[in-house]
C-alpha cells in the first residue's frame, strides 16, 4: 500500500463494527482511502452495491487495481473519483464516512496523508460540507453512519448534524490515549421529510429562539425561510404568527407569507442589516427615514389592533435593506390597547440608542419623545403620529 493513502486505525475498525450491523441495500462510501469499510459493506448479503469515492488519485489507482478475483463481493464495488459528492448523482440506503476530523497541524507536510486526516483548520470543517449535500444523496429511510473524534469538537458536530434537520444517535465510543471516537447513525427527521416533500432544498438552521427555529431553505433558485414551533412553544403559536402576517401582508408589512403546516410555515427571507448596524453604517437622512418608516408600521398594527409586544427592544426585529421590514410576529395579539408605537418611541428614547443617533448628528430629546408618545397614546392618529414624526430631530 502507498503511504499516501490512510491505512486502517482504531477508527476504521471501530467504524467496521457498526457497518456490519447497519449496512443495507445501495452504499456509498465517501473518502474510502484503503477500502476497508467499502470490502465490510460489499462483504454483506444485505448490501446490493458499492460505490467508493476519494478525492485522492493514489487511493482510486490503489482501488482499481485490488485483487476482485480472490474476493468476489469486491465485484459489487465501483470506484470513483470524487470530492465529497461532486461525482455522485445517485441516492443511497447507507452512506458511510470516515472523515478527515482531526485539527489542522501546520507543521505537517502538505501531502495526501495529511490530507487523509485534516478536517480543516478546527477539525469539522469537512464534516459541515458533507452535511451541507447530504440530503439529496440519502434515501428516504437511508442511514449514514458519521466517525469522528472528541478532538473535532463533539458539540460542534452535533450542532452541525440538528442545524441540517437530521436526527441521530450515538452507536459506539472508544476512548484512547489522547481522545474519544465516536460513530453516529443519522437519519433524516420528520421535519425534514415534510420539508422535502415541498420540493425544499439546502435546509440550514439559522436562529434559535424561545419558541421557534428559523431554517433557510431554497424553493428553486429563491431562498426562502421556514419557521418552525419548539414543543413548548404552546399549540397555537404557529396558526397565531400565520394569522397574523396574512393581515400584516395587506398592509406591506413583515415579509410574504409563502405557505404553512401544522407546525411550521415558509416566508419570503428577508435580507438585509439589523437596526443597530443600519443606523452605525449609514448618515442622518438615511436613519431618520427608516426610523420614521418604523412608526409608521408601528401606527398601521395599532390602528389594526395587533401588539407586536416586543418593539420597546427591536434590534432583531427590524431589518433594512433597499425596504424597512418588521420581522418575528410569534408574540402579536389583538388588544384594544395596543403599544406598538409607543414601545417604539421608548426605544428611540433609551439612552443606549440615543448615544448611537447623536454620534449621527439627531439631537432628540427624551423628554419630549416620551411626552408626546403620552399624548399619542391617548389619542392615536395621524395628526400625533407627525409630531412624534418631528421629534425625530
Known amino acids: 500500500m502507498e503511504i499516501q493513502i490512510y491505512e486502517p486505525g482504531e477508527d476504521s475498525f471501530l467504524l467496521a463494527d457498526e457497518v456490519k450491523k447497519h449496512a443495507k441495500g445501495k452504499v456509498l462510501e465517501i473518502g474510502c482511502g484503503s477500502g476497508i469499510l467499502s470490502d465490510t459493506a460489499a462483504s454483506l448479503k444485505k448490501v446490493k452495491s458499492v460505490i467508493a469515492v476519494d478525492i485522492n488519485p493514489h487511493v482510486i489507482k490503489y482501488m482499481k487495481h485490488k485483487d476482485k478475483s480472490r474476493l468476489k463481493f469486491r465485484k459489487k464495488i465501483t470506484v470513483v473519483k470524487s470530492d465529497l459528492f461532486s461525482n455522485v448523482k445517485e441516492k443511497f440506503d447507507t452512506i458511510i464516512f470516515n472523515p478527515p476530523y482531526l485539527p489542522e497541524d501546520e507543521r505537517e507536510p502538505d501531502d495526501w496523508l495529511k490530507k487523509a486526516i485534516t478536517g480543516g483548520k478546527k477539525g469539522w470543517e469537512i464534516i459541515e460540507r458533507f452535511l451541507e449535500r447530504l440530503p439529496d444523496h440519502l434515501n428516504k429511510d437511508g442511514i449514514v453512519l458519521l466517525l469522528f473524534s472528541s478532538l473535532t469538537n463533539k458539540k460542534k458536530v452535533d450542532d452541525l448534524i440538528s442545524g441540517r434537520v437530521f436526527d441521530y444517535k450515538q452507536l459506539a465510543m472508544k476512548k484512547l490515549d489522547f481522545e474519544q471516537l465516536f460513530v453516529y447513525s443519522l437519519k433524516k427527521s420528520k421535519l425534514l421529510h415534510e420539508l422535502e416533500k415541498k420540493k425544499l432544498t439546502n435546509i440550514k438552521k ?19 425561510a421556514i419557521k418552525v414551533q419548539k414543543e413548548a412553544g404552546g399549540p397555537n403559536r404557529i396558526k397565531n404568527e400565520v394569522d397574523t402576517l396574512k393581515i400584516l401582508n395587506k398592509n ?7 405557505f404553512s403546516d401544522s407546525n411550521f410555515f415558509a416566508m419570503e427571507f428577508v435580507h438585509g442589516q439589523m437596526i443597530l448596524d443600519y443606523v452605525r453604517t449609514h448618515d442622518k437622512p438615511q436613519i431618520k427615514k427608516v426610523l420614521k418608516e418604523v412608526l409608521r408600521q408601528c401606527y398601521v398594527m395599532d390602528k389594526l389592533m395587533i401588539n407586536k409586544e416586543e418593539m420597546h427592544h427591536p434590534i432583531k426585529h427590524i431589518i433594512i435593506n433597499d425596504r424597512t421590514k418588521l420581522i418575528d410576529f410569534e408574540r402579536c395579539r389583538k388588544t384594544i390597547s395596543p403599544k406598538n408605537v409607543t414601545q417604539f418611541a421608548q426605544f428611540l428614547s433609551s439612552t443606549n440608542f440615543l448615544i448611537i443617533l447623536r454620534n449621527k448628528g439627531f439631537a432628540i430629546n427624551p423628554d419630549k419623545m416620551r411626552r408626546q408618545a403620552r399624548v399619542y397614546k391617548g389619542n392615536m392618529n395621524e395628526k400625533t403620529l407627525e409630531k412624534l414624526y418631528k421629534e425625530i430631530k
Open 206 to 224: 439559522i436562529a434559535t429562539g424561545w419558541r421557534g427555529i428559523v431554517y433557510e431553505a431554497k424553493q428553486g433558485k429563491k431562498k426562502i
Open 252 to 258: 406591506k408589512i413583515g415579509p410574504k407569507f409563502l
